[in-house]
């Protein structure tokens, strides 16, 4: 009997998916707390989880059970991939669930900046018409540059491209495209690009890569968009940048920390449009990527099969 335990809030329809293997246990008690998740984890061969468990060192010691982590989403920032891997336990992630919301989301950011929509709504709520002061641009004929072209990236530039946007991207990691976009060196993309939009995970590399030094490189009245991680951007540079009027706009939905302190330098910027981690948030994501965990888990303690493992030297 294998013992499934979902520490978090997950879609229904992932649970029944478990429920119907008969060697499986289910524990879907809703969200729990740290310390009921330490004592819940003693007895787990395969746990789901979504952002608000963080599987550290201290958690995963406490199961020694546990052959496998599913989580319900990409970003596997919460789990502690080197113990993991020590451990001998499989971390898989979901990366295809909440590709479309993402990518829409990014796109609505997108057109938010670009005609001033939610400083134009604001206005309103406060009883003024103030047309001239919310000039916008159109997306026709700019240039959107995408950093990171993976499937989220990709579903960006479709999208860009019916704008009848020129796209350019860039990712050390892709070769080719059959889409009509150009790929470019880091440098040649912030030089070019109207738009910025971030699509790469965290790594030593791409880590404040939105820093002085690249801003420094952009196109004047240049609009970034971050829906990827909180950690590609430096704040206090781009807050620097928009002060100076080289970035006319940024549109964020992720922070280093979450939710961002008070004092954040870019929280009450009026330049800048803020939502609280919304990208994934739709009914239609949440749904798949808690199905997609579910079956991850199924097919690898049922079947010995393993997909979007994201600590591959584990299965060696």
């Known amino acids: 009997?294998?013992?499934?335990?979902?520490?978090?809030?997950?879609?229904?329809?992932?649970?029944?998916?478990?429920?119907?293997?008969?060697?499986?246990?289910?524990?879907?008690?809703?969200?729990?707390?740290?310390?009921?998740?330490?004592a819940a984890v003693a007895n787990a061969h395969a746990?789901?989880?979504?952002?608000?468990?963080?599987?550290?060192?201290?958690?995963?010691?406490?199961?020694?059970?546990?052959?496998?982590?599913?989580?319900?989403?990409?970003?596997?920032d919460n789990v502690d991939l080197q113990v993991a891997t020590e451990r001998g336990i499989v971390v898989m992630n979901t990366p295809d669930g909440n590709t479309i919301s993402t990518a829409e989301f990014a796109f609505g950011l997108m057109l938010a900046l670009a005609r001033h929509i939610p400083f134009g709504d604001h206005s309103m709520r406060q009883g003024k018409w103030d047309r001239k002061a919310f000039m916008g641009v159109e997306l026709r004929g700019k240039t959107l540059g995408i950093i990171g072209f993976g499937r989220i990236g990709q579903t960006?530039?479709?999208?860009?491209?019916?704008?009848d946007m020129t796209v350019i991207a860039h990712d050390p990691f892709v070769k080719q495209t059959d889409l009509n976009v150009e790929l470019v060196d880091q440098d040649t993309l912030y030089s070019r690009a109207d738009f910025i939009t971030l699509h790469t995970v965290i790594?030593?590399?791409?880590?404040?890569?939105?820093?002085?030094?690249?801003?420094a490189k952009m196109k004047p009245g240049v609009r970034i968009i971050n829906t990827a991680r909180g950690a590609l951007i430096d704040d206090a540079a781009l807050a620097e940048a928009l002060n100076q009027g080289k970035v006319a706009g940024a549109a964020l939905?992720?922070?280093?920390?979450?939710?961002?302190?008070?004092?954040h330098p870019l929280l009450n910027h009026p330049n800048v449009i803020h939502t609280p981690h919304l990208a994934a948030s739709t009914s239609d994501a949440q749904i798949q990527v808690a199905v997609d965990a579910a079956q991850q888990v199924i097919d690898a303690l049922t079947k010995g099969e393993y997909r979007n493992v994201v600590n591959p030297d584990v299965l060696k």
Do not use: W
């Open 1 to 38: 009997m294998y013992h499934i335990l979902i520490p978090d809030n997950v879609d229904s329809s992932a649970i029944e998916l478990l429920q119907k293997v008969d060697t499986f246990q289910v524990n879907a008690p809703g969200k729990l707390s740290r310390e009921d998740a330490l």
């Open 47 to 76: 746990m789901i989880i979504r952002s608000a468990i963080t599987a550290d060192a201290e958690l995963l010691n406490a199961a020694p059970n546990l052959k496998m982590i599913a989580r319900a989403g990409v970003g596997v």
């Open 156 to 163: 960006v530039a479709k999208r860009a491209l019916a704008f």
């Open 203 to 215: 790594t030593d590399e791409t880590r404040c890569m939105i820093n002085a030094q690249s801003l």
């Open 253 to 263: 939905d992720v922070y280093h920390q979450e939710p961002p302190p008070q004092d």
